[in-house]
Antibody, heavy 117, light 106 residues
Framework: EVQLEESGGGLIQPGGSLRLSCAAS????????MSWVRQAPGKGLEWVSF???????YYADSVKGRFTISRDISKNTLFLQMNSLRGDDTAVYYC???????????WGQGTLVTVSS | IQMTQSPSSLSASIGDRVTITCRAS??????LSWYQQKPGKPPKLLIS???SLRTGVPSRFRGGGSGTDFTLTISSLQPEDSATYYC?????????FGPGTKVEIK
């Protein structure tokens, strides 16, 4: 059974950094497509970043240069390093996996990031 | 690519046929997926490739369209279908979602 569990969210001041983790089970993060999608409180979904099984990465313009997606195969975990955080980064961050680069098939429960002074 | 959805919300009765429209700012071929999200829960993938129903999703859900105009139809609305529905394009790697359509039961 595919399971994803995000962690690492919390309250952080503007300009700060945070690293989110997504522990995967039931599959290998190195053999699938992994992504981060966020949802601001009461708002819609926003794609953040994608890592292909090849290791190729893509980012939304809103986070490019500030966020970095990575994976640790030995820990079967996906990460999102978030730097220079801003108020509009406040959201629930979901990790998701898929067997292709077109959609988001399985989702974790999400972790809340609040950027505020 | 900008995605729009209409209506933004709707209220319908059990058994009604419900149609949600999603429009892309330019042609995305059939690279369109639909998700259902209930309050406090992560989204659930319903349809990919514009019309391919994911395994386990009830057959009352149907997706259609190509190019710029797409539809999600629920043929006979059930109580458990109360949720917000999002479309998502994957034509290019700047993936984007529509703003969502909230479906409520009368």
């Amino acid at each position: 059974e595919v399971q994803l569990e995000e962690s690492g969210g919390g309250l952080i001041q503007p300009g700060g950094s945070l690293r989110l983790s997504c522990a995967a089970s039931g599959f290998s993060v190195s053999s699938t497509y992994m992504s981060w999608v966020r949802q601001a409180p009461g708002k819609g979904l926003e794609w953040v970043s994608f890592m292909y099984s090849s290791g190729t990465t893509y980012y939304a313009d809103s986070v490019k240069g500030r966020f970095t997606i990575s994976r640790d195969i030995s820990k079967n975990t996906l990460f999102l390093q978030m730097n220079s955080l801003r108020g509009d980064d406040t959201a629930v961050y979901y990790c998701a996996t898929s067997d292709g680069p077109r959609d988001f098939q399985e989702w974790g429960q999400g972790t809340l990031v609040t950027v505020s002074s | 690519i900008q995605m729009t959805q209409s209506p933004s919300s709707l209220s319908a009765s059990i058994g009604d046929r419900v149609t949600i429209t999603c429009r892309a700012s330019r042609s995305i071929s059939s690279f369109l997926s639909w998700y259902q999200q209930k309050p406090g829960k992560p989204p659930k993938l319903l349809i990919s490739g514009a019309s391919s129903l994911r395994t386990g999703v009830p057959s009352r859900f149907r997706g259609g369209g190509s190019g710029t105009d797409f539809t999600l139809t629920i043929s006979s609305l059930q109580p458990e279908d109360s949720a917000t529905y999002y479309c998502q394009q994957s034509y290019n790697t700047a993936y984007s979602f529509g703003p969502g359509t909230k479906v409520e039961i009368k």
